[in-house]
């Protein structure tokens, strides 16, 4: 069962974040923990990390964009081949 990664609420009036820098590609497998991406809000930088171990199956939201808090920024899969069913590759 795949994972969505969404952006968290870190602090009381966080409203939107950009995403930084990518630390992994669609096809990276993750441990529980690991470093994905780090995201800058209003007041901060922050690390998002993995809430789960798997594959990245889909990495949605580019470098330099900027979502609201809840958005989806990527979605990891439970293992390759239920990654590649969600690339539909």
Do not use: F, Q
């Not at 995403?19 to 690991?34: F, I, L, M, S």
């Amino acid at each position: 069962m795949s994972t969505d990664v969404i952006l968290p609420k870190w602090g009381l009036t966080m409203e939107d974040g950009t995403v930084v820098a990518w630390h992994v590609r669609e096809g990276d497998t993750v441990a529980e923990g690991d470093l994905l991406a780090e995201v800058e809000t209003e007041k901060v930088e922050n690390e998002l990390l993995a809430p789960c171990a798997g594959v990245v199956a889909s990495v949605v939201v580019a470098e330099d964009e900027t979502v609201d808090v809840g958005t989806v920024l990527a979605v990891i899969a439970a293992d390759e081949a239920e990654a590649t069913r969600i690339r539909g590759v």
